[in-house]
């Protein structure tokens, strides 16, 4: 099991990175492997979301990124937000 940890800092059209969010989300939990996410928002600086991912093994996350889809949402999704994703597995 692996967990995807991405710190996102909104920077544009919230509604606009909610909706791109809210589609890479939809993609991410149909993919083989995919086990839970969770989103939260920082209550002292709302700017700031923390969002993450549980996945059955890090190929399975991997695999789910090689879709061209998921390069478009990217690219979409930082015209709204800095996204600081990295890949955890326990210690």
Do not use: C
Request: charged share 25%.
């Amino acid at each position: 099991m692996v967990t995807v940890i991405n710190r996102l800092r909104v920077t544009g059209d919230e509604a606009e990175f909610r909706r791109v969010l809210a589609e890479i989300t939809a993609y991410m939990t149909a993919q083989q492997g995919f086990v839970s996410h969770q989103l939260y928002r920082s209550v002292r600086r709302p700017e700031v979301f923390i969002e993450t991912a549980e996945w059955a093994e890090a190929s399975a996350h991997r695999a789910a990124l090689l879709d061209p889809r998921f390069a478009d949402w990217i690219r979409e999704l930082g015209k709204h937000a800095e996204a600081e994703p990295d890949v955890f597995q326990p210690a």
